[in-house]
């Protein structure tokens, strides 16, 4: 039965004093030999520095997989193309579609649009760019086996399309790895037992987007987990250490945060018989 290790390698959070934290993510999959990324940040280089910090080198990478168009999920991606030289690169149909949004106080770190907003999505010309790599694959409307019974769930949802990760251990049941959610969980979960024919779910990690939901609401999304057979969730990203707090409070120690409230850069959890964590 092959082992899988789920590393934070960009989060919101950190612990350690020698990785760079930032909003935004990243995770590093491996099983085997083989390693994959999913989603690559905002900031350049942040990444590739974190992973120096683990005596990972980008040569090691197979894959890189891209969620969803938003900024914090793929701009750093431009920074490490020069790198790049056998990778896989999977990208979601909707990468250039503009994501506008007018909070000045919450995006003034953004340039703004000519009529003030901000675009929270990829430009094309960034995109047009980093299309020019030879290996792109455009994931649309089929999910299928990245590699080592990894799965993506292909891009799914109305306004914003995302696709999430699922690793199929069979007997073990399955492990959803979700970016943002923005589809919702729920349909990302549907979509992932979908895919792989396995309807029980073990884990559900990172990024729910809680944050569009009042406090009544969260609590009534937290019992119904903690009634499902879900045996541990790992939030983090945009689930927000307040929300965070609400699913530990229901779901007790199905919830497996670090000590800064979310996941954390450097966490890892592992997925064999037993399920094991390396959290500070």
């Known amino acids: 039965m092959n082992t899988y290790k789920i590393t934070a390698l960009a989060e919101n959070t950190a612990f350690r004093h020698n990785c760079l934290a930032q909003h935004g993510q990243s995770m590093l999959i491996e ?20 992973m120096e910090q683990l005596w990972i080198s980008i040569d090691e990478i197979d894959d890189i997989i891209i969620s969803h168009q938003h900024i914090d999920h793929i701009w750093a991606l431009l920074s490490m193309m020069p790198k790049l030289k056998k990778q896989r690169i999977f990208l ?12 000045p ?33 455009i994931v649309r409307d089929e999910g299928f086996e990245i ?21 199929n251990q069979k007997e073990l049941w399955i492990t959803v790895v979700v970016w943002c959610s ?14 792989t024919g396995n309807k029980k779910v073990r884990w559900i990690i990172w990024g729910m987007h809680y944050t569009d939901y009042t406090e009544e ?31 530990k409070n229901v779901l007790w120690d199905k919830v497996i945060i670090s000590k800064t409230g979310t996941f954390g850069v450097w966490n890892s959890v592992i997925l064999w018989e037993k399920i094991g964590n390396q959290f500070v």
């Open 147 to 167: 590699s080592h019974k990894i799965y993506t769930t292909w891009c799914i949802g109305e306004k914003m399309k995302e696709q999430a990760i699922v690793i």
């Open 182 to 195: 923005h589809p919702t969980v729920e349909l990302l979960v549907d979509r992932a037992k979908e895919i």
């Open 92 to 103: 979601p149909e909707q990468l250039w579609i503009p994501h506008i949004k007018e909070h």
């Open 217 to 247: 609401e969260m609590n009534k999304k937290a019992k119904i987990l903690n009634k499902s057979e879900i045996e541990f969730i790992a939030p983090g990203h945009c689930t927000t250490v307040k929300w965070c707090q609400i699913l």
């Open 31 to 50: 099983v085997e030999n083989y390693k994959m990324l999913f989603d690559v940040w905002e900031v350049p280089w942040a990444v590739l520095y974190n």
């Open 105 to 137: 106080n919450k995006y003034n770190f953004l340039k703004t649009n000519s009529d003030g907003k901000y675009d929270l999505s990829i430009s094309k010309d960034d995109v047009l760019e980093i299309k020019k790599y030879k290996n792109i694959n």
